[in-house]
C-alpha cells in the first residue's frame, strides 16, 4: 500500500485543519489506518486508528474530542479532521496502514505516508 497525506499547513490555535492519506496498491478496505505525529526532539506518538469498516475508532487522550478519523473505502482515502488545535499539536503527521489490530502502537503498522506538516501558531 502507498499512503500519500495532503492537508497540512499553518493554523491560529483554535483553528481546524482536515487530514486527507490517498491509498493506492492494494485493497485499502482490508487494512487498519492510523495517524501518527513527530515533533521535533520527540519520539513518534499515536494520535487515532479506525478499524477496516470505520465502525471502531481509538484516539489519544490528547485528541480525544478535539480530532476525528474517518475513512471512505470507495475512494480509498482516511481522514482526520482536527479541530480546537493546540501549539502543542505541531509536529509532522503520518498515515500509516496494517492488519494487525486496531492499535497505539506504531510497529504494528506495516506502510506509512511520508508525512504533512501542520504547525499551530499561539
Known amino acids: 500500500v502507498q499512503l500519500v497525506e495532503s492537508g497540512g499547513g499553518l493554523v491560529q490555535a483554535g483553528g481546524s485543519l482536515r487530514l486527507s492519506c490517498a491509498a493506492s496498491g492494494r485493497t485499502f478496505s482490508r487494512y487498519i489506518m492510523g495517524w501518527f505525529r513527530q515533533a521535533p526532539g520527540k519520539e513518534r506518538e499515536f494520535v487515532a486508528a479506525i478499524n477496516w469498516s470505520g465502525s471502531y475508532t481509538y484516539y489519544a487522550d490528547s485528541v480525544k474530542g478535539r480530532f476525528t478519523i474517518s475513512r471512505d473505502n470507495a475512494k480509498n482515502t482516511g481522514n482526520l479532521q482536527m479541530n480546537s488545535l493546540k501549539p502543542e499539536d505541531t509536529a509532522v503527521y503520518y498515515c500509516?496502514?496494517?492488519?494487525?489490530?486496531?492499535?497505539?502502537?506504531?510497529?504494528?503498522?506495516?506502510?506509512w505516508g511520508q508525512g504533512t506538516q501542520v504547525t499551530v501558531s499561539s
Open positions: 500509516a496502514a496494517g492488519q494487525a489490530r486496531l492499535s497505539s502502537d506504531y510497529r504494528l503498522y506495516d506502510y
